[in-house]
């Protein structure tokens, strides 16, 4: 049993927030995201999130230092569109193995930083696995049902890479994070587990599925136990939800997998649903409340934010769980 998994036992642990709701604070430009390397690019570099990691390396770790100040045990990697797919269209492809190798890197110093302050509250680094920006089971023609934007075999290749390099720059564990197609993800799983085999090591893996809607159902029509059921026949770390609803909204699909799974069960939502303006509202303390009934009906063993979720919801998320014990759950053998 690995560290994580042992301390998974004895108490809930948090994890950070949103990356992106806090880089936008610091009001990047285009030539900020470019940096001296990329400054004659031929492809507008603003809002490539993942790209910070090397050319304002100091301020992705200054959101994971908040977040770990906050109390949070594990921060996720800025790797959310770190796969050759998302990259390409930044003309990006080659940079795929370096971006996730130093995202790694960076959260995992201030992670042995916050560690060695305090060995009794170990900190881990999740390498994020973001769902791609194309889906393997649906086609994007409604007039060609038939046609494929991508493939399994092309899926599988990619997040291979992802996982390599963010396991060489020190990620403890990987998160397939916002499924809203399980047929990615199960590509990803695949990668995962190639890459377990070649090393001869066990990856710890965390899979964190999308709800898109008051459907109750993931992009590709899930519902919440469909999900779990396809994702089950590996030994995962944990199983959860996390973006598009909120604290609230997110209730009855816990309770769904909680009830079914033997895995730790993660939830990172969103701080509620965005206003017209695309702008999410809710306060930490709100927030806080709403992830109170998840305790309350021992729910949960991993719990975080999602979309417009910050240093203050995660403090007060930390605050909270402290009074609860974690769900009761006992991994396969």
Not at 34 to 40: A, I, Q, T
Not at 145 to 157: D, K, M, S, Y
Not at 229 to 238: A, E, K, T
Not at 301 to 322: F, M, P, Q
């Amino acid at each position: 049993m690995s560290r994580i998994e042992e301390i998974l036992q004895e108490r809930i642990l948090v994890l950070d927030g949103a990356m992106g709701t806090m880089l936008q604070r610091y009001k990047f430009t285009e030539e900020a995201f470019r940096g001296e390397r990329f400054k004659d690019w031929p492809i507008p570099l603003k809002g490539n999130n993942d790209l910070l990691s090397l050319t304002q390396p100091q301020a992705i770790a200054e959101i994971h230092r908040k977040y770990f100040e906050a109390g949070a045990d594990l921060v996720e990697t800025n790797t959310f569109s770190g796969t050759t797919i998302a990259m390409a269209d930044y003309g990006m492809e080659a940079l795929v193995y370096e971006l996730n190798l130093e995202s790694a890197r960076i959260a995992k110093k201030v992670a042995e930083e916050f560690t060695a302050k305090d060995p009794k509250k170990p900190r881990f680094v999740i390498g994020t696995m973001g769902p791609t920006n194309k889906t393997a089971s649906m086609s994007p023609d409604v007039n060609d049902p038939g046609f494929r934007a991508i493939t399994f075999e092309e899926l599988r290749v990619a997040y291979k890479q992802q996982a390599e390099a963010l396991l060489d720059g020190g990620a403890d564990l990987l998160m397939v994070e916002t499924v809203f197609d399980t047929l990615n993800a199960k590509a990803a799983l695949f990668a995962i587990e190639e890459v377990s085999e070649e090393r001869n090591k066990r990856i710890p893996i965390m899979v964190s599925g999308t709800i898109t809607d008051a459907s109750g159902r993931t992009l590709s029509g899930q519902t919440a136990e469909a999900f779990l059921i396809s994702v089950s026949h590996l030994p995962l770390l944990s199983v959860g939800f996390n973006c598009a609803l909120g604290a609230k909204q997110l209730t009855p699909y816990l309770e769904v997998i909680s009830a079914k799974s033997n895995f730790a069960i993660s939830a990172h939502p969103n701080a509620g649903l965005p206003n017209a303006f695309g702008e999410y509202e809710e306060t930490a303390e709100i927030m806080a409340n709403q992830i109170g009934e998840y305790l309350e009906k021992g729910l949960i063993n991993v719990v975080g934010g999602c979309c417009g979720t910050t240093e203050e919801h995660i403090k007060a998320i930390s605050e909270l769980v402290a009074k609860y014990q974690p769900r009761k759950f006992k991994y396969p053998a």
